[in-house]
């Protein structure tokens, strides 16, 4: 979207759509967002369930009218979170529901292929569930750029803590002693655990937080998940 002509150089057509997969809370809406915003363009979110809707001809009309605003209002980017809920495989569109589930899908992969090549409108989509996704919308020329967002390692979850934490009144915490108990943590729980030991604080009527509020914080999160 920044250097189209470069596409034009070369002979190629860019991306239409991409697909960000992996764990919740890794950043995926977070990743599009920064994305619409370092390429100045407009940014149109919605959750794939949305589309989904009871009366017979909706979901495909929102679609439609989605894909119209984004034209209007180019250069854009739809962002589609949890996109399996309208394009996983489905073995049986016998039912109702079912049935308008499967139009509302055909008319997305009908917007994606009826793009221009250098059109200024691309697609995100998001999923947890990448197993699940019909072979349909990752087929080259849809959504066929695929990026794994994975979990955080230590030294993201360093750099994490030290986001969520920097306006927070600290007294003595080690944040890398935090980043070694917290493997398997998202972005966003690594951000409920900062939130958790600001509460441990507050009900203690504190004004700064310590080391042990975090450790208190970390056991709790570790039980609910249990």
């Known amino acids: 979207m920044l250097k189209p002509e470069l596409f034009v150089a070369l002979g190629i057509d860019p991306p239409k759509g991409i697909l960000l997969h992996g764990p919740p809370g890794t950043g995926k809406t977070m990743l599009a967002k920064a994305v619409a915003t370092s390429a100045n363009c407009t940014f149109i979110e919605l959750v ?3 589309l ?3 009366f017979i001809g909706e979901g495909a009309k929102l679609v439609r009218d989605v894909f119209k605003l984004a034209r209007e209002k180019a250069p854009s980017i739809i962002f589609i979170d949890e996109i399996d809920a309208l394009a996983s495989e489905r073995m049986d569109i016998g039912t109702s529901g079912e049935r308008e589930v499967h139009r509302t899908f055909m008319q997305l992969l009908t917007e994606l292929d009826g793009f221009n090549n250098l059109d200024n409108v691309k697609v995100i989509a998001a999923t947890n569930r990448f197993d699940v996704l019909d072979a349909a919308i990752l087929r080259p020329g849809r959504l066929d750029r695929l990026i794994e967002i994975p979990l955080p390692d230590e030294k ?3 750099e994490i803590l030290k986001i969520h934490s920097s306006r927070m009144t600290l007294d003595d915490v080690d944040l890398n002693s935090l980043m070694a108990k917290t493997e398997g943590y998202s972005g966003a729980d690594l951000k409920a655990v900062c939130t958790e030991a600001g509460y441990f604080a507050l009900r203690k009527e504190r004004t700064k937080i310590f080391h042990e509020d975090f450790l208190s914080a970390i056991t709790k ?4 998940y249990q």
């Open 48 to 50: 794939a369930s949305e």
């Open 52 to 54: 989904v809707q009871k």
């Open 156 to 158: 993201s979850r360093l």
């Open 221 to 224: 999160l570790n039980s609910t």
